[in-house]
């Protein structure tokens, strides 16, 4: 058999990695412009060394990686059977658009605000808060900053346990109810403690408030003024939307979400939250620890992290889900990293952190006046 040269079979290899970023892959109806990753700072055999890690499945199962700098996409690839139009469920990274409809219904009146108690938006489960006058006091806010007092198991057993909550939730016929069965552990507003589904009572209220449908609200607020148009998300058996865990979108279109952050609720010059919202609920509204806050389902870096390093004036936040999928918006960059998988292979890889400090910000210099 012939051998073919090893420079001629490298050559060949970065060729097709080559043009993942290039403006010969861009889609016809993209809002950004595709540009090479060198003209923006990063160091492009790093990337494709990544990639390349990517490609054999060395760092796990990965669905996806998109990169945007400058309002232009200098990295877009797709692992495994996943395309560019594959639907890929996000998990618990839907919150950020609960956290959106909500700041998008207090803008238009319909929730007053934060502050307001959930009950009074909830008339068909009075007996519920009649039975634990606790219950009454949880506010909106408690529950986008994960402070609600119910009782929840989350993080004491492992994602894939079948006593974890979140599990457990996924096939209740009511997801709500199965919500406020549960009891009180704590004043409302006082303790912090991991809740991903939580925000279904907040959908369920602004359904009541607005009169309009989880589905409808996502269509008409969000989605169609961001030109996304295909997307599904999972229902409970009376009907709600879970988009805080059963969201399937594409990429690019998820890519949208970071980009509409980014710009304070803005897109393509039309506004669509206000930046006060985006505001509000990207800072820091709860302490976790010395590594991370919460602000409205969004996460942030404390501001005695670590990783000051590279974000010395703490304005990044991101979102993430225990599938091991991570959405980084980092203004001192202007950029937005999202990486997807096929979920978490081990009980904790934290792969986006890795991936971030050690492939994407190692050669970059925030952006001055940023």
Known sequence: MRRIHPLIVAVFMLLPQSCKWNDDVRPDDSPWVYEDPRVSGFDEPLLLALD???DAGRLGGIGSMLVLKDKKVVFEDYYGFYTRDSLQGIGSMGNIIVSLL?????DGGFIKSVEDSVYKYLPERQSYFEADQLKKRIRFKDILTMKSGLSWNETLSGVNSSSNDVNVIKTAPSAV?????????????QRFSQNSAGSLIILEALESA???SVDEMVSEWLFKPLQINDWTVRKDDVGLSDLSLGLAIKPLD???IGDLMLNNGSWLGNRIV???WVGLSTNTQHRISSFSDIGYLWWRFSDDSSWSVYFPENKTFYALSDEDHYMFVMPEYD?????????RTSASTNLGYYVLSNYLLSTLQPDEGS
């Open 210 to 212: 607005t009169g309009l």
């Open 274 to 276: 206000s930046a006060s």
């Open 177 to 189: 109810e199965f919500l406020l069965k549960k009891p009180m552990e704590s004043i409302p507003g």
């Open 254 to 256: 998820l890519l949208k």
């Open 102 to 106: 909500a700041g998008i219904a207090i």
């Open 335 to 343: 950029m937005v990293f999202l990486l997807t998988t096929k979920g």
């Open 52 to 54: 390349s890690l990517f």
